[in-house]
């Protein structure tokens, strides 16, 4: 079994910045508002149904409980008995509408009012809502009962409180048995302490300074620093048995019966089992309070969704000059570079998505058959639940925060996992980041493949990865082993096919600014060039001045070419250097982790240069007899992320468009496509699984779920099939469900 101390993990409740000990910025209002009136009803979304005779049978409604949006049934106005019992359940949506929907489960989000109902029950509003005040209550969590019990064993990070707090407004939510839900996730709050409970400061090579682990304490997520650092989890998992009173007393401040169950319920702690398994799997902690807050509904509401993408731009802002700092300390990334594709790239995501997120979130009305003509079919926009993002080196805070605007865009808990090899920004993510996003429903992993794989051992809603191929598989296996959906981007050769008839130099600027931008540390770069000889021959002198004019006669000593992430790039990119012929540049120097922009001519395909992803700043060019031949080439290969074309000749473009198949494709131009948030951003086949960007994030985080609300009567129009079955019943049923070739004529 493995030691925890080998393990080097962090996780930051956004309250106290452990390595400089300075307080940090508070949790914006509008979220501390939102934490105190947690589980509050999204947007209401009311679909009319149409209305139908009232017949029927009631009480049904009442026990549904469902989440989201409420849709009154037709048929139900004599149900104002049922309704009774629902809003017992405890409705914190806004209830509106016909009464009897209103009552008639206990839901948050939106109520969908059905027609039919009217003048059914208009006492439902009042038993929704006291469900609700009653469940709200108890939000103010057991976060002071934490306080409390902490402070003696290093890091203690409270999660129990929340998972009282689930528990309370697990009731809100009105799920049946969520009383359950709520008493288990009382119980992975308190063993969630001792997962969490780990340095930050240990990753990044400091040491914490000790003493603060009592020093906060009145927000239910205390941390110590010291000792983490990096050398022991073990002393995290000391931490747990701190953890282990605290649920229970943070839920005294929490209403009803459940809080009996989770105080009744041994925690890991007290059965001797808990610091094994948190050795074993130290972030199952973590994910169990995750998703106990996701069980509270919390990040359901739109308004809570504004206010956490609200917050990621002011760090966004506020921590500007700290990021492009750390950019330039990890891959001396120039800061012109740094704004657009990191900052301002991810800007523009959180602005998009706050722009349209209530047109998102609405449920979609589908079409109908005859058989359920009257109902109500449709798309409800649900969360995934906890997801995950792990991100690669090249692009920090892109690659990470970019997939985080839409998992909260959709109303999901959040884990993520920067790159460890970027690790100026990922020190500065893991430390700042927490400080503006919600605690409850957001955290910060930090560590490398170790870490990953442990934390992958958990069951997550979502996984979404960034990375290389390699580690794609393994992230895959990992996913299966739970059923786990999962968005793969991932990396290969992007080929760029440059026409005998093409502006020259116009091309080789666009391609040199795609390729050597962070110097070629990129995985949409064009990898390679394709073309013919002759066309070879007059492109390499537009390089080459391209290359000069952007970088200058010694690209060492621009500020505008970045350098490599690490030594084992460095060499392997150095060794391809031997292929082909060095046509431009060609430098290196070790110590400065320096490639000189580098283009190869004559490349063979043999040459380890055409076997595997370049991923740095050298660009080969491989020759071919046509263009045909070239598309043959493209072809015989793993599909690459992208494809470029360039050429005068739009046909030719075209064709290479119509005849290839890649993630994406750009004619006439390089990396620029990737800015267009209203393009799907993705691999097909080896270079990824799924897409993202703009609505495309909100969507890989959304469950579509496909819905159907019936009303209780028209039982006449069911009877057709039920058995005993007949011919005459088959007809008829097969008319009403089937669905017809436009255009044929069923007469004949
Ligand atoms: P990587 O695959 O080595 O690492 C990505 C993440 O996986 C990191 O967070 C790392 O900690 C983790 N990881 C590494 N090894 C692991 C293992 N054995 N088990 C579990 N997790 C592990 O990628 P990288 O070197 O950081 O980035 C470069 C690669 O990413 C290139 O192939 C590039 O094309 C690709 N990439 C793709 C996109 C895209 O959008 N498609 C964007 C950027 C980079």
């Not at 108890?138 to 402070?151: C, E, F, L």
Request: contains cysteine; charged residues 20%; proline residues 5%.
């Amino acid at each position: 079994m493995e030691r925890a101390g080998e393990i080097v993990q962090s996780v930051f409740s956004g309250q106290w910045d452990i390595r400089q000990q300075r307080k940090v910025p508070e949790i914006p209002k509008q979220i501390k508002d939102m934490q105190s009136t947690e589980g509050a009803g999204a947007q209401p979304q009311q679909h009319k149904f149409q209305e139908i005779p009232l017949q029927s049978d009631a009480g049904q409604a009442g026990s549904s409980g469902a989440s989201g949006q409420q849709r009154g049934f037709p048929g139900q106005s004599k149900n104002s008995g049922s309704s009774g019992q629902a809003g017992s359940s405890g409705a914190s949506g806004q209830q509106r509408g016909s009464s009897g929907q209103a009552g008639s489960c206990g839901a948050s989000g939106q109520q969908r009012g059905f027609s039919g109902q009217p003048g059914s029950c208009s006492s439902s509003g009042q038993q929704g809502s006291s469900g609700q005040a009653e469940s709200s209550g108890s939000s103010g969590r057991g976060s002071s009962g934490q306080a409390g019990s902490s402070g003696s064993s290093g890091q203690q990070r409270g999660f129990s409180g929340q998972a009282g707090s689930s528990g309370s407004s697990g009731q809100q939510w009105g799920f049946p048995g969520q009383s359950k839900c709520s008493a288990s996730s009382g119980q992975p709050g308190s063993s969630g302490s001792s997962g969490q409970q780990r340095g930050s400061l240990g990753q990044a090579g400091s040491s914490g300074s000790s003493g603060q682990a009592g020093s906060s304490g009145s927000s239910g997520q205390q941390r110590g620093s010291s000792g983490q650092a990096g050398s022991s989890g073990s002393s995290g998992q000391a931490g747990s048995s701190g953890s282990s009173g605290r649920g229970s007393s943070g839920q005294a401040g929490s209403s009803s019966g459940q809080q009996q169950k989770i105080q009744d319920l041994p925690s890991p702690s007290q059965d001797n089992k808990g610091g094994e398994l948190s050795r074993m799997n130290p972030y199952a902690g973590l994910v169990d309070c995750l998703r106990a807050t996701w069980l509270t509904g919390k990040t359901r509401p739109m308004e809570y969704r504004q206010g956490q993408l609200e917050a990621l731009n002011r760090f966004l802002e506020e921590r500007r000059s700290d990021l492009l700092h750390a950019l330039n300390q990890d891959m001396r990334r120039p800061h012109f570079e740094g704004e657009v594709a990191e900052v301002a790239f991810t800007r523009s995501e959180v602005n998009n998505a706050l722009n349209n997120l209530s047109c998102w979130m609405k449920d979609e009305n589908v079409s109908k058959n005859l058989a359920t003509k009257l109902d109500c079919a449709f798309i409800r926009k649900d969360p995934y639940g906890v997801v995950v993002i792990i991100a690669p080196y090249n692009y920090p805070i892109n690659l990470l925060l970019v997939p985080l605007v839409g998992a909260i865009a959709a109303g999901n808990c959040v884990i993520v996992k920067p790159s460890e090899l970027a690790r100026h920004t990922e020190r500065l993510l893991a430390e700042a980041l927490p400080c503006y996003l919600d605690p409850e429903t957001f955290a910060v992993v930090t560590g490398g493949s170790e870490e990953v794989t442990k934390l992958l051992e958990n069951q997550f809603d979502y996984i979404f990865f960034t990375g290389s191929p390699r580690v794609g598989k393994i992230i895959m296996t990992a996913a299966a082993k739970h059923l786990t959906p999962l968005t793969l981007e991932l990396g290969g050769k992007n080929p760029c096919y440059v026409d005998k008839c093409c502006n020259f130099q116009n091309a080789a600027n666009r391609i040199v600014w795609g390729k050597f931008f962070n110097a070629g540390q990129t995985c949409i770069a064009p990898d390679y060039v394709i073309c013919t000889i002759e066309t070879q021959e007059r492109l390499m002198p537009c390089l080459r001045q391209a290359i000069r004019e952007f970088y200058g006669e010694c690209p060492q000593d621009s500020p505008d070419f970045g350098r490599l992430i690490d030594d084992k790039h460095f060499r392997r990119l150095r060794a391809f250097l031997e292929c082909g012929r060095v046509a431009i540049g060609g430098e290196s120097d070790e110590c400065d982790r320096y490639i000189a922009p580098t283009v190869l001519a004559d490349v063979k395909e043999w040459e380890p240069i055409m076997q595997e992803e370049v991923f740095g700043p050298i660009l080969p060019i491989f020759t071919v007899g046509d263009l045909d031949e070239a598309i043959h080439y493209i072809n015989r290969k793993q599909r690459p992320l992208v494809a470029y074309a360039f050429s005068c000749d739009c046909k030719v473009v075209n064709h290479v468009l119509n005849c290839t198949s890649s993630g994406n494709f750009s004619g006439n131009d390089t990396i620029i496509y990737s800015t267009l948030v209203s393009l799907p951003f993705g691999g097909i086949g080896y270079s990824g699984l799924g897409k993202y960007h703009g609505k495309f994030s909100f969507d890989t985080f959304t469950h579509q779920r496909g819905t159907l609300l019936r009303c209780m009567g028209l039982e006449a129009i069911n009877t057709v099939r039920y058995p005993p079955y007949t011919e005459g019943k088959l007809q008829l049923l097969l008319s009403l469900v089937d669905v017809k070739r436009k255009g044929m004529c069923t007469l004949l």
